[in-house]
């Protein structure tokens, strides 16, 4: 196994069935993930895309891991030309009740040497993993435009 | 969030934080490597930082590997950087870096 190239812990005010729902629900990620909407069956094989606002894709791969609410993995790469060099990386969430938290833990790993997805996915995660928390614990997301953190779609 | 702001009140430990944002994913020894500081400092440092979710730590084979955590430290941006200033910070912050890095071909 690979050495993940970044690990992201956050702890959530929330129960691991709503924080499973979170992450696999389309109408629940178009909330915090910029507008993106997570679509799969979320079963082992099958394809996992991110669909935006105006219906097209920006990300595809497919669902690796499923075991709810405990882990979830699944690989992705962006499809746009930029980044016709890189290779689908595998994302593992894992979420750990502690009390009345959720630790949340995000490793992701297996990105193409030279690749331009790491350091556009490493601004990306942070600002994701926060909108989460808030839109959880506050039923608010951060409403953090793209732009702000220089991600291209 | 005041473990987070004890935690960066320290230059060793923002020292620490860059050595992991320069290479993430390290082991002890290879933080300690080059560092005018001994092992057990580096620890404790360390165990400050995990207690305050800026560095996360996995087991990779028999290695303890450690990793830059920067979600707390978006939160505490989130928390007074109001949201139309971003796309305006982000172009500062992204005009100073231009200006100060050293000359390269881009």
């Known amino acids: 196994m690979s050495q993940p190239d970044f690990v992201y812990v956050t702890y959530i005010e929330t129960t691991p069935d709503k924080l499973w729902h979170a992450l696999t629900d389309g109408d629940f990620t178009e909330r915090y993930w910029f507008g993106v909407r997570l679509r799969s069956d979320w079963k082992v094989g099958s394809s996992f895309e991110m669909v935006h606002g105006d219906g097209t894709v920006s990300d595809a791969g497919k669902i690796v891991e499923v075991d709810p609410p405990r882990r979830l993995a699944y690989t992705f790469v962006n499809l746009s030309d930029t980044y016709r060099n890189d290779l689908p990386a595998l994302a593992t969430f894992e979420l750990e009740p502690h009390g009345k938290l959720v630790k949340l833990t995000l490793t992701h790993e297996g990105f193409a040497p030279g690749g331009k997805m790491l350091p556009a996915i490493s601004r990306g995660w942070p600002a994701i993993l926060s909108s989460l928390k808030s839109l959880l614990e506050t039923g608010r997301p951060l409403e953090i435009p793209r732009a702000a953190i220089k991600l291209e779609s | ?106």
């Not at chain 2, 560092?35 to 087991?59: C, G």
């Not at chain 2, 305006?88 to 200006?99: C, D, G, P, V």
């Open chain 2, 1 to 106: 969030m005041d473990e987070v702001f004890k935690a960066l009140a320290d230059a060793s430990r923002r020292l620490l934080l860059d050595r992991l944002h320069a290479r993430n994913g390290q082991t002890l020894n290879d933080l300690c490597d080059g560092l005018a500081m001994t092992r057990q400092a580096v620890t404790k440092h360390l165990a400050i930082l995990e207690a305050a979710n800026l560095v996360t730590t996995i087991r990779h084979g028999r290695e303890k590997l450690h990793y830059l955590n920067p979600v707390p430290i978006h939160q505490i941006g989130e928390r007074w950087i109001r949201k139309f200033e971003r796309g305006k910070l982000a172009a500062l912050s992204e005009l100073k870096r231009q200006l100060e890095k050293p000359d390269e071909s881009t």
